[in-house]
């Protein structure tokens, strides 16, 4: 299963999300303090989302990964896009999970008018995931520091 996050549970739960995002985060994105606080601001916005991925067992919610989203509009097209913008895992995620959580954040970007999701990778499981639901992985990133 999978459920969104309010801003209140963001930011009951902020330090786990921080972790989250400091170790998972898309290869263009900050770690520092500035950063985080922006990434809190954009989820009080609810412009950035956190999600849970579970399951229950004996009536118990077990935690099997965080994942965060951005809503962002290309500025050139003015296109609006849901990037996957960091993906946490704690235990294995079966395909079965992963496409029911992946159904529930396709129908999340499609009630915002979103006409694509994104997502930056270098996981293989990730990408193999993605590929066996229908994702185009042939596209390269390539980044530079300056």
Not at 19 to 43: F, R, V, Y
Not at 45 to 74: D, F, G, P, S
Not at 91 to 101: C, P, Q, R, T, V
Request: net charge negative; hydrophobic share 40%; with cysteine.
């Amino acid at each position: 299963m999978i459920l969104k996050l309010t801003p209140d549970q963001v930011t009951l739960y902020w330090s786990e999300i921080k972790e989250h995002l400091k170790t998972s985060l898309a290869p263009i994105g900050g770690t520092d303090d500035a950063s985080l606080n922006s990434m809190l601001e954009h989820h009080l916005k609810e412009r950035m989302q956190t999600w849970i991925i579970y399951i229950k067992e004996n009536e118990k919610i077990k935690v099997h990964a965080l994942c965060t989203t951005m809503l962002q509009t290309e500025f050139a097209s003015g296109v609006e896009n849901l990037m996957i913008y960091a993906v946490s895992g704690y235990k294995f995620i079966s395909e079965e999970l992963w496409a029911e959580g992946f159904d529930i954040i396709k129908e999340f970007a499609k009630q915002n008018k979103c006409k694509y999701i994104a997502a930056y990778s270098c996981v293989p499981r990730i990408v193999a995931v993605a590929k066996s639901m229908g994702g185009d992985v042939d596209t390269t990133f390539i980044k530079w520091g300056v």
